[in-house]
């Protein structure tokens, strides 16, 4: 795996000034745990392993279906990766176009869409960083990592649909998992999709906070 390594620099140095040493040590060693431990001994491809907790809840199913929503890369930090190698497909959603080839060349049994998703079909802005895994259409999201040293390698503009939309023309009516990281808008992309037809069994989000995420999901839900 490709590393950026003046990325990783600035997160770790964000890290210490914020939270000091001690949890730069300990964020440091669940990284050597995770890099390996699970990729290398237990196969994930999952940036904390979460391909592993998905394979033991659908360990007797042969073939499925899922549906990635910010994929970023078809091997890299990818929850659907191990799942692809053991005969299922899906639809990938990544709003790169160059990490999109990768999707293209690399997942040829799956749907690959370089489009964004929102609350609205529109055309909007896309924030592509040097670190790839944080490029974002929110704009309050990427002022905050250009605050703290992350580099835009460019800013492009692509269209966004509401996630239903996407899901009556490519998905199908049984979804075995969904997996969300969206980079600031993981609630506008959830609030975009028809959950009466289109009801993953499992949904995946990336979260900093799971109460601070949950608190916001109902507070949408109440206006």
């Excluded at 290398?40 to 394979?55: K, T, V």
């Amino acid at each position: 795996m490709a590393i950026n390594k003046k990325a990783l620099l600035l997160q770790l140095t964000h890290m210490y000034k914020v939270k000091g040493g001690k949890a730069l040590i300990i964020h440091l060693f669940k990284e050597f745990n995770h890099i390996i431990i699970n990729r290398y001994f237990r196969g994930s491809f999952s940036q904390r392993g979460e391909d592993l907790i998905l394979s033991k809840y659908f360990k007797h199913k042969r073939v499925g279906f899922y549906v990635d929503i910010g994929a970023y890369h078809p091997q890299r930090l990818s929850n659907t990766k191990f799942f692809y190698d053991k005969g299922w497909h899906g639809v990938n959603i990544e709003p790169s176009p160059s990490r999109i080839k990768l999707f293209l060349k690399d997942r040829p049994r799956d749907i690959n869409l370089n489009i964004g998703i929102g609350g609205t079909t529109k055309e909007a802005l896309f924030y592509e960083f040097e670190s790839g895994a944080l490029s974002t259409f929110s704009k309050e999201e990427a002022d905050s990592l250009l605050q703290v040293g992350y580099k835009i390698r460019r800013k492009i503009k692509l269209q966004m649909h509401r996630l239903k939309e996407i899901m009556n023309k490519y998905a199908r009516l049984r979804i075995d998992f969904m997996t969300v990281d969206a980079e600031g808008l993981d609630i506008e992309v959830l609030r975009s999709n028809n959950w009466s037809k289109y009801r993953p069994e499992l949904l995946c989000i990336e979260t900093k906070d799971f109460k601070d995420f949950i608190d916001q999901l109902i507070n949408h839900e109440k206006e």
